[in-house]
């Protein structure tokens, strides 16, 4: 299947420092990126939808100066958490939608990055 | 309001029994069915998936079986293995769209 890369996979900040991530489809194209948060042993919430070349569409509740995203390129998609808090500690998880030929359409995720905030 | 309601919370089933993981939903524009296999510390992986023409999809030991009328569709897993234990999601998509619903998640447990 399609791989999607997420980077780093888990990070430790402190509390008011600034933390991105990268998420970047391999092998495949992607127009849209979705961004999710995940808390320990619960689902997986949609935080934001990232359409490449245009800014991202955020989910009710989701601060969007808080989380920054960036879809800058068809194979890349960034999330910054600014101003880190312990609160913001979680499970981040991106995933992407193939818009080529080959897998159109499927969501593919990423392995995930944890972010501790101290 | 949870657009997809999936059941049992957590499920343990013997090595070589069948695993049987619920879901339901009331929007009818749904037209794409994922389940999601998550094991800790990673990303959900796609495992299966069925759209509402056809009425079960199966792919090697894991089947979906989907009820149109009843708005239900399960994920079936036979012959069970302890490698099988892992966080199982279901999801729904609606025709165009780009987002997923998530079920809440089963956590599944295969005992040898």
């Not at chain 2, 296999?37 to 959900?44: D, H, I, T």
Request: hydrophobic content about 35%; charged content about 15%.
């Amino acid at each position: 299947g399609a791989v999607v890369s997420q980077h780093p996979s888990w990070v430790i900040c402190k509390s008011g420092t600034s933390v991105k991530i990268e998420c970047r489809s391999l092998d495949f194209q992607a127009t849209t990126m979705f961004w999710y948060r995940q808390f320990p042993k619960q689902s997986l919430m949609l935080m934001a939808t990232s359409n490449e070349g245009s800014k991202a569409t955020y989910e009710q509740g989701v601060e969007k100066d808080k989380f920054l995203i960036n879809h800058a390129s068809l194979t890349l998609s960034t999330l910054t958490v600014t101003s880190a808090h312990p609160e913001d500690s979680s499970f981040y998880i991106c995933s992407a939608r193939a818009s080529g030929r080959r897998v159109s359409g499927e969501l593919f995720f990423g392995e995930g990055s944890r972010l501790t905030v101290l | 309001q949870q657009q997809v309601k999936q059941s049992p919370q957590s499920l343990i089933v013997q090595k070589g029994g069948i695993s049987i993981i619920n879901c339901a939903y009331e929007n009818t524009a749904f037209d794409y069915f994922p389940w999601y296999q998550q094991f800790p510390g990673k990303g959900p992986a796609l495992l299966i998936a069925i759209r509402p023409d056809v009425s079960e999809k199966k792919e090697g030991r894991f089947t979906i079986s989907f009820n149109k009328s009843a708005k239900q569709f399960s994920l079936h897993i036979m012959d069970s293995q302890p490698g099988d234990s892992a966080t199982y999601f279901c999801a729904a998509r609606g025709a165009g769209a780009n987002n997923l619903f998530f079920g809440t998640g089963t956590r599944l447990t295969v005992i040898p």
